[in-house]
């Protein structure tokens, strides 16, 4: 059963970078049967979906986001990555690692989220 | 973006009861429609995709039906677990989410 587990600073000063990682089980990072996406939850914006990477690195983000967002795959690791930068308090949210089978599709399994601050 | 729509944002029922959510697309998603049932602290958990199809170990007191860009999310019976906020989400093009509805006592 696949299982994913993020990690992340928790609290960030503003203008900094944003690096969160996301831990695969039950299921590698080298399959080309999923996406790995990154979503956030916002008390003002609710579900947002920041991107996607593959196991190829094809990458593709959310427009309104893609100008601060790098993601990549480590598969020694069996993990992929976020990063966003120039944080600020908006930026404030839970993110979520999820899995997709598609290149756009529904989020079969989700992690369990992180808070992530920002705030000086 | 393709904005989604659902109503209502809250919902007051009891046990027993049959429950309707709707979510609108602001343009036609054909079936690229999907559903999640999320609980305070948790995950989204994914309920319903392709607009009709249940995922895997969802009771069947769960549907979903609708097409284009009107949809809707059933619960036949409610029961006490199902008390939770519910999310549509499109992925006809990048994926937008629903504003939620929470179903409440």
């Known amino acids: 059963q696949l299982q994913l587990q993020e990690s992340g600073p928790g609290m960030m000063n503003p203008s900094e970078t944003l690096s969160l990682t996301c831990s695969v089980s039950g299921g590698s990072t080298r399959s080309s049967s999923y996406y790995w996406g990154w979503i956030r939850q916002s008390p003002g914006k609710g579900l947002e979906w920041i991107g996607s990477?593959?196991?190829?690195?094809?990458?593709y983000y959310n427009p309104s986001l893609k100008s601060r967002v790098t993601m990549s795959v480590d598969t020694s690791k069996n993990q992929f990555s976020l990063k966003l930068s120039s944080v600020t308090a908006a930026d404030t949210a839970v993110y979520y690692c999820a899995t997709h089978s598609q290149y756009y599709d529904a989020f079969h399994i989700w992690g369990q989220g992180t808070m992530v601050t920002v705030s000086s | 973006d393709i904005q989604m729509t659902q109503s209502p944002s809250t919902l007051a029922a009891s046990v027993g009861d049959r429950v309707t959510i709707t979510c609108r697309a602001s343009q036609t998603i054909t079936s690229w429609l999907a559903w999640y049932q999320q609980k305070p602290g948790k995950a989204p958990k994914l309920l319903i995709y392709?607009?009709?199809s249940l995922d895997s170990g969802v009771p069947s007191r769960f549907s979903g039906s609708g097409s284009g860009t009107e949809f809707t999310l059933t619960i036949s019976s409610l029961q006490p677990d199902d008390f939770a906020t519910y999310y549509c989400?499109?992925?006809?093009?990048?994926?937008?989410f629903g504003g939620g509805t929470k179903v409440e006592i």
């Open positions: 989400q499109q992925y006809d093009s990048f994926p937008t």
């Open positions: 990477i593959y196991y190829t690195w094809d990458t």
């Open positions: 392709k607009a009709s």
